[in-house]
């Protein structure tokens, strides 16, 4: 068997990062190095917590979590409880998390593990605002050539925006540290709304979890539900898009997704568009492509992926 693929996930659960990391913990093929919070659907604060209360449904309290940036680094933050609920996470009643919380600061950590191990071979995982990311980069620029590749959720194209109509949340909330990331020559995949938007809860695929006698599949259809209500109403779908998990899908199956290798640039000036992704799809710029942007992925494939997996965890 082939080694693992380590991992560091930074994340801002939130209801759908909560099921990627049950994803990812439920996955041989991943080891989760660790876990970095960042400010983003709710104050880090909250998104720290929650990172520990799933671990612990998952069984996995032996993975370290880490609190990173407070705020992004030029704007301040805006948060998304009318989204997730006021503790970020609202939906499956979780206990308080016993395994602590470590000492040291997510950005340290990040540049520490990236530098200890051999160059290439760590992933990061991006599931929220990419400050954390771009705190590391400025920090210590030398991690840069050593990351093997970041796979992020978000942007958006074809779809527009969810938080404002030419900007998708994760992007919008810190398009600096975005902009930093997408000219830094790291290798990155981007999954934006165009792809996810088609990774739809449906009442069939929840009712899936629910059926599930074990305590990480009962969660998982009480996150989907709460998270799925707003969506549904705003795009007229039966059921929500289902984002951060298809990260560590395509991580696990790059073969359920399509996309293309093109010039991603973020919007930083204009209030209009602030936060834009700019997906150079039809190539008529001449720059540099600098990202694969996915486009689509196989939906049944997703979602039986999710099942399998979660139906695995304790």
Same mark, same amino acid.
């Not at 992004?72 to 996470?89: I, N, Q, S």
């Not at 290798?187 to 074990?214: E, G, S, W, Y």
């Given at each position: 068997?082939?080694?693992?693929?380590?991992?560091?996930?930074?994340?801002?659960?939130?209801?759908?990062?909560?099921?990627?990391? #049950?994803?990812?913990?439920?996955?041989?093929?991943?080891?989760?190095?660790?876990?970095?919070?960042?400010?983003?659907?709710?104050?880090?604060?909250?998104?720290?917590?929650?990172?520990?209360?799933?671990?612990?449904?998952?069984?996995?309290?032996?993975?370290?979590?880490?609190?990173?940036?407070?705020?992004?680094?030029?704007?301040?933050?805006?948060?998304?409880?009318?989204?997730?609920?006021?503790?970020?996470?609202?939906?499956?009643?979780?206990?308080?998390?016993?395994?602590?919380?470590?000492?040291?600061?997510?950005?340290?950590?990040?540049?520490?593990?990236?530098?200890?191990?051999?160059?290439?071979?760590?992933?990061?995982?991006?599931?929220?605002?990419?400050?954390?990311?771009? #705190?590391? #980069?400025?920090?210590?620029?030398?991690?840069?050539?050593?990351?093997?590749?970041?796979?992020?959720?978000?942007?958006?194209?074809?779809?527009?925006?969810?938080?404002?109509?030419?900007?998708?949340?994760?992007?919008?909330?810190?398009?600096?540290?975005?902009?930093?990331?997408?000219?830094?020559?790291?290798?990155?995949?981007?999954?934006?709304?165009?792809?996810?938007?088609?990774?739809?809860?449906?009442?069939?695929?929840?009712?899936?979890?629910?059926?599930?006698?074990?305590?990480?599949?009962?969660?998982?259809?009480?996150?989907?539900?709460?998270?799925?209500?707003?969506?549904?109403?705003?795009?007229?779908?039966?059921?929500?898009?289902?984002?951060?998990?298809?990260?560590?899908?395509?991580?696990?199956?790059?073969?359920?997704?399509?996309?293309?290798?093109?010039?991603?640039?973020?919007?930083?000036?204009?209030?209009?568009?602030?936060?834009?992704?700019?997906?150079?799809?039809?190539?008529?710029?001449?720059?540099?492509?600098?990202?694969?942007?996915?486009?689509?992925?196989?939906?049944?494939?997703?979602?039986?992926?999710?099942?399998?997996?979660?139906?695995?965890?304790?």
């Amino acid at each position: 068997m082939t080694k693992p693929l380590p991992i560091i996930i930074d994340t801002d659960p939130g209801q759908d990062d909560a099921v990627a990391i #049950l994803l990812a913990l439920a996955s041989p093929e991943i080891e989760v190095l660790g876990i970095t919070a960042v400010a983003g659907n709710v104050p880090v604060a909250l998104t720290e917590v929650n990172a520990r209360k799933i671990c612990e449904l998952a069984g996995r309290p032996d993975i370290k979590v880490y609190a990173g940036a407070v705020q992004p680094m030029l704007r301040p933050l805006v948060t998304a409880e009318y989204l997730h609920g006021k503790t970020g996470m609202d939906g499956p009643t979780l206990p308080a998390p016993t395994m602590p919380l470590q000492t040291q600061y997510a950005v340290d950590y990040i540049i520490d593990t990236l530098m200890a191990r051999e160059a290439g071979t760590v992933t990061l995982a991006t599931l929220g605002p990419l400050t954390n990311i771009a #705190l590391a #980069l400025v920090q210590e620029p030398r991690i840069a050539p050593r990351i093997k590749q970041i796979v992020a959720m978000g942007g958006g194209y074809f779809e527009g925006g969810n938080v404002t109509p030419a900007a998708e949340f994760n992007i919008y909330v810190d398009p600096q540290a975005a902009r930093m990331v997408f000219e830094s020559g790291i290798p990155i995949t981007l999954i934006p709304l165009d792809c996810t938007h088609q990774a739809l809860t449906t009442a069939k695929r929840v009712a899936a979890f629910r059926a599930m006698n074990n305590r990480s599949g009962q969660a998982t259809a009480a996150l989907l539900d709460f998270f799925e209500r707003f969506d549904e109403q705003k795009y007229g779908t039966d059921g929500g898009p289902l984002h951060d998990p298809c990260v560590i899908a395509w991580l696990l199956k790059p073969e359920l997704f399509q996309g293309r290798h093109v010039n991603v640039a973020i919007e930083c000036e204009s209030e209009l568009t602030m936060g834009m992704t700019v997906v150079d799809w039809w190539r008529v710029t001449g720059r540099a492509p600098n990202a694969t942007v996915i486009r689509s992925l196989d939906a049944d494939g997703f979602f039986t992926l999710l099942t399998e997996r979660i139906g695995k965890l304790p």
